[in-house]
């Protein structure tokens, strides 16, 4: 099952689309409309005066907006105010200043109060951080106090300050709390966040160089949190400006990577190399970096901007058609969350353009607190179903395996029925040419014998037990198992019985002979009549007095058993070489794999057999 069938999956549980477009809903409207409490008790400071440069002061009513009064030139100001205390208690009082945009620095009665909270110095401009910073004791005056408010605007702000309160500290905490968690803790979670998605991200692509969304997704997380850096850095480190510009380089390659990335994720291919669709943002980098002021807001304006809405307006059309014809469960995620980010983002756009005047809480830092989650449900989603699809491809190869072991199963039992009629076929084939050959001539000339008159009866006597001896030889050949001890125990009665009556003593050294595996009727039978043959040969021509028959296993990548059949007679010489004796022992050697020596000693002769303890298959040996 591929990607895009799981999706059209989840597309049948539209309880979870309409439960997270709720969700969604939701969050963007309590930010776009969200109402943070005020100190209770405590009157704010709502009319201070206003000078800037060599300007008359004015007097001017809190909340001041600046973008209400384009006449202001964009340059440092001053708002001034005078408070009582006249109910002047031990507690600590302090100044705090719920939203303003810019730097603020303050003072009372001459004395610059350090600002509070997260920062420990003068805030970053468009943080929408709360001012906080306790009044010491000594600098209070019993009935009238003076507060300087120094604002630095800048921004896409350019200068915002709320109402100002003056207070026991204890009564403005609580509303500071909330205001900071909201302005200064949200963004630093939603940073965080977005680093450690780019994190994991890299190392997912890393492990899987085919996932390029991961990749492309990594990179956008990495770039889109260059505008929380200022978070990370106390304030008396003044990177603010340097900080916005940079962020507005890497918006120009937000849109071209979002564009990569739907593609990715979707399964699309561009019209034109991915290289090409980099010129623009990568001109635009190096515009900013070298033009003039001015002159790159034209090419901004001309290049940039229209570039930019083009690739937004085909990421959505990517993401409508892939989640709407295509029913791409991942598709409608990010399009859910996507729509809701926008909706801040025309939040933002509206504060900036002075419509809602009054409002000065912007989220272009936590957009991404809708759009996080929906890119971790997706590679989550795309992470189970790789795993998903592992799992069954072991399954099916598992099942496969199963299948094929099944099938050898079956032909190795059908190659041992066919093997076993096979080598009963040629043990039939053996047994007849062993009668028909050996016994059949054995018998007929005994039948030749008897019926001729010169013929004594010791003769016929000796050939019938030859005959004899020879049948019994093949009857226990027939009871071979890959034990060969007890056929040899046979072989040592009938040898010592021969070698009594030619007056030969026979030594046998015996050892313990492993299973030789493979051993079948026909080579033990071949061994058999090969030491026969040899026994025989030392009995009638060597004139011996004894004959040493003894056992050995030699050592090698294949264990093999050496026979020894030394006689100390009168030798074996070069003409003895010639006979058929000699040459059907060779014969059997031959058939059965083996090795076989007949060496002259300075007394007697010694004949050498070694056989493997591990024999070919059936089809391999050849019968005698």
Partial sequence: MNAASN??????????????????????????????????????????????????SLQIRLPDNWRSHPERPNELAVYRAQFDDQDRRKETWAVYIPSHSGQVQVTVNGLKLTGGGFFSGELSADQNAPYFAPISPSVMEK?????????????????????????P????????????????????????????????????????????????????MLMSSVHGI????????????????LGYVMNFWLSVLGLLF?????????????????????????????????????????????????????????????????????????????????????HDSLIIMNVLDDSNILHFRTVYIL?????????????????????????????????????????????????????????????????????????????????????????????????????????????????????????????????ALQGIELEWNMIEIPPIEGLTPSAALNVMRIMQEAVTNAAKHSGAKGVKIGFRLIAGEVEKLRIEIEDNGCGISQ???SGHGLENMAQRTAAIDGELEVDPLREGTLVSLTIPTKFKTQSQVKPT
């Fill in 7 to 56: 999706s059209r999956v989840f597309w049948g549980r539209p309880s979870v689309l309409v439960f997270w477009s709720i969700i969604t809903a939701a969050i963007a409207f309590f930010l776009s409309f969200e109402l943070l409490p005020l100190p209770q008790g405590v009157t704010p400071l709502s009319v201070m005066t206003f000078e800037q440069g060599s300007e008359p």
């Fill in 143 to 167: 009935k009238s106090n003076t507060i300087d408010i120094t604002l630095q605007p800048g921004g896409l702000l350019v200068g915002f300050l709320s109402q100002v309160y003056v207070g």
């Fill in 169 to 220: 500290a204890e009564q403005l905490r609580g509303s500071f709390d909330w205001y900071y968690s909201r302005a200064v803790r949200l963004p630093v979670l939603v940073v965080f966040w977005q680093l450690l998605l780019a994190a994991l991200l890299f190392l997912l692509w890393i492990s899987r160089r085919s996932e390029k969304a991961a990749l492309y997704c990594a990179i956008m």
């Fill in 230 to 245: 200022p978070v990370f850095l106390p304030s008396s480190i003044d990177v603010s400006e340097t900080v916005t510009q």
């Fill in 262 to 346: 739907v593609c990715e994720l979707t399964g699309r291919h561009l019209p034109l190399k991915i290289r090409y669709f980099l010129l623009v943002p990568a001109a635009a980098t190096v515009a900013f970096v070298v033009l003039p002021e001015n002159l790159f807001r034209y090419f901004d304006l001309a290049v940039v901007v229209p570039f930019s809405q083009i690739i937004v307006v085909w990421i959505l059309f990517i993401l409508v058609r892939s989640a709407i014809w295509e029913k791409r469960w991942d598709a409608s995620i990010l399009l859910i969350s996507i729509i809701g980010a926008c909706a801040l983002v025309v």
């Fill in 371 to 499: 759009i996080l989650p929906a890119l971790s449900i997706v590679f989550f989603q795309r992470l189970t179903e790789s795993m998903n699809q592992v799992d069954s491809l072991v399954s099916t190869l598992e099942d496969r395996i199963e299948q094929k072991e099944r099938q050898l199963r079956e032909t190795y039992e059908q190659r041992q029925v066919l093997e076993g009629r096979q080598a009963l076929n040629d043990e039939r084939q053996r047994i007849m040419r062993d009668v028909h050959d050996g016994l059949g001539g054995q018998l007929m000339s005994i039948i030749a014998m008897a019926t001729s008159r010169d013929t004594k009866p010791d003769a016929i006597e000796e050939s019938a037990r030859a005959a004899l001896e020879d049948l019994r030889t093949m009857i226990y050949s027939l009871g071979i198992n890959e034990d060969i001890t007890g056929l040899l125990g046979t072989f040592r009665e009938r040898a010592e019985q021969q070698l």
């Fill in 575 to 577: 003409r003895d070489t």
